[in-house]
């Protein structure tokens, strides 16, 4: 087994545009910036959606389920200390150019596949909840 | 040939006029200013240029960007160093990747900004990172409390992607995954540099590897060993960008500016590319052929950014050189991108055996194998014809430009 991330966890700022989302799984729950005009999920968040222009944008729900796009194992130590750990580019079901860059946890790096489908589950450190993925059928 | 463009490309207006460059070494111990007067003295030299004709700057990344020794000196430090009086100065980390500095001085000069404009690149690397190693972007800013991070890099950082290694990384897994790129096709572009590298001097790797030594590297970030990684070093390239009518004051082969390749019509966005298997190099070919008459069939020599070996080829299909998916088979077994092949790749070793000279090697290394001048690695062509037509590419992933340079002016 990998680790779940490297030793230390290099935390966002929870800046206005951002800070829903990097709290947002305080309840468990995965949400994105949604426009409410064209039903466009907008990510990374911003004032405007990019595809109709819309300032009518708010956070949405989405399920936490996912695929796979592409990853990799890493093992370089950018994070003294840290074990070998998983990276993945992870579409988002309800919108797939969504790619969530993330880690994947509690999997064996060689059943990882492109196309596996994973779901959300949070890491709380300090303020944040990092949205990371586990294969579906894992809790 | 393709139908001419509608209207002349301005950038034809531009030729490079003269190169130059410092030592090239793992750690030279010098500083980021020395390197570059070197290159810059080198190239205004070569030129048949004095100080006094210099009217113009131009640099990448420019004032404080990167990890330590990535920016080198800025354009102010330059100037005032070499007690230069411009009617043209610019820097920036913005724009077609590393050559955005030798476009800007290109599109000054059509428009009658400059009329001789020193453009350099500068990496001190190598000494910046001692023995301890490549740093991810951003790590290394610790110590007194924690961090945090905003603007693109809390997206990845948090993840422990630190560096283009890891989206790279798995960029190549993509691949893998769409086209079937195998690790040992991906090996071709490592040993292909290896061999060139024997022939520079400068490179800062020269020993033979096989690709058993290849397959036996340690690995970075799967599928990218060490040996797809590029080689930090010290080191300072300069060319020289002049208006086309002092072609005949040159007393060797002027290289001109045949095209610019510059878009960026995806999302500008290591993780939101629409498209996991190409990136912005697709945008940026696209657009440098809808600007000329020549077509991936006129190049002569091809030199390609290889910070990471994917990078590569991920632009041999970009720029046409083969169909889409097609790069691995392309490289198989190396024949095509040989000296001799029918697509001389990274003919000075590139940046994963020269050293990561950031864009600039591949530039210099096209003007060189344009004017003859490669010595043992010049690339002759069949029936003994010297290289008309080089094709050299910077950056991928979310920021990659292009540009298209042949021997003389149209």
Same mark, same amino acid.
């Given at each position: 087994m990998v680790a779940n991330g490297p030793m230390m966890r290099l935390l966002p700022r929870l800046s206005e545009d951002v800070a829903f989302y990097w709290t947002s799984g305080a309840d468990g729950v995965l949400r994105l910036l949604h426009c409410n005009a064209c039903g466009f999920f907008i990510h990374p968040p911003g004032p405007v959606c990019p595809r109709c222009l819309s300032r009518d944008v708010a956070p949405k729900a989405v399920s936490g389920h996912g695929h796979v796009e592409t990853f990799t194992v890493n093992h370089q130590q950018w994070i003294p200390g840290s074990d070998s750990y998983v990276i993945a580019w992870v579409s988002i079901d309800e919108q797939p150019s969504v790619r969530l860059t993330t880690n994947l946890v509690d999997v064996e790096p060689d059943d990882v596949y492109v196309g596996m489908p994973v779901h959300v589950v949070f890491e709380h450190v300090d303020d944040v909840w990092l949205p990371l993925f586990t294969p579906e059928g894992v809790s | 040939m393709s139908p001419p463009p509608a209207q002349e490309p301005l950038e034809r207006r531009a030729i490079i006029s003269g190169i130059g460059q410092s030592d090239v070494g793992r750690r030279l111990g010098r500083s980021d200013l020395d390197l570059t007067i070197e290159a810059a003295m080198a190239a205004i030299a070569d030129a048949g240029l004095s100080r006094d004709d210099i009217d113009g700057i131009s640099t990448y990344p420019g004032m404080g960007a990167g990890t330590a020794g990535f920016g080198g000196p800025t354009t102010p430090d330059v100037q005032d160093a070499m007690g230069l009086s411009l009617n043209w100065h610019d820097g920036g980390g913005? #724009? @077609? &990747? *590393?050559m955005r500095a030798v476009m800007a001085a290109a599109l000054a000069v059509a428009a009658g900004l400059a009329r001789h404009v020193l453009v350099y690149r500068t990496v001190t690397e190598g000494s910046a990172q001692g023995t301890g190693g490549r740093q991810g972007i951003g790590v290394s800013s610790g110590g007194g409390g924690m961090p945090r991070f905003g603007g693109f890099m809390q997206w990845s950082l948090p993840f422990g992607a630190a560096s283009a290694a890891n989206w790279l990384a798995m960029v190549a897994q993509r691949r893998m995954h769409e086209f079937g790129l195998t690790r040992e096709q991906m090996g071709q572009i490592a040993l292909n540099a290896r061999r060139n590298a024997a022939l520079n001097p400068k490179a800062v790797y020269r020993a033979p590897m096989s690709m058993d030594d290849y397959l036996a590297a340690r690995m970075i970030t799967t599928p990218l060993c060490l040996f797809d990684c590029d080689a930090p070093c010290d080191g300072s390239t300069a060319v020289i960008v002049s208006h086309r009518d002092v072609v005949g004051d040159l007393d060797h082969p002027a290289v001109g500016i045949n095209a610019l390749g510059t878009a960026l +019509? =995806? +999302? @500008?966005?290591w993780d939101q590319f629409d498209d996991m298997t190409s990136m912005a190099a697709r945008d940026a070919a696209a657009s440098m052929w809808e600007r000329t008459e020549l077509t991936p069939a006129d190049v002569d020599t091809a030199q390609l950014y290889d910070g990471f070996s994917i990078l590569t080829i991920v632009w041999l299909e970009a720029l046409g050189f083969c169909g889409r998916g097609e790069s691995g088979p392309f490289i198989e077994g190396g024949a095509a991108i040989a000296r001799d092949g029918v697509l001389p790749l990274n003919? &000075? #070793? =590139? *940046?994963?055996? #020269? =050293? +990561?000279?950031?864009g600039f090697s591949l530039i210099h290394e096209a003007c060189v194998q344009l004017r003859g001048e490669g010595g043992e690695r010049q690339v002759v062509r069949p029936g003994g014809r010297a290289p008309e037509v080089a094709a050299v590419a910077n950056g991928g992933g979310p920021i990659a430009g292009t540009m298209l340079l042949t021997r003389g002016v149209g």
């Open positions: - | 913005e #724009g @077609p &990747a *590393q +019509r =995806g +999302r @500008p966005s003919t &000075a #070793g =590139g *940046q994963l055996s #020269g =050293g +990561r000279l950031h």
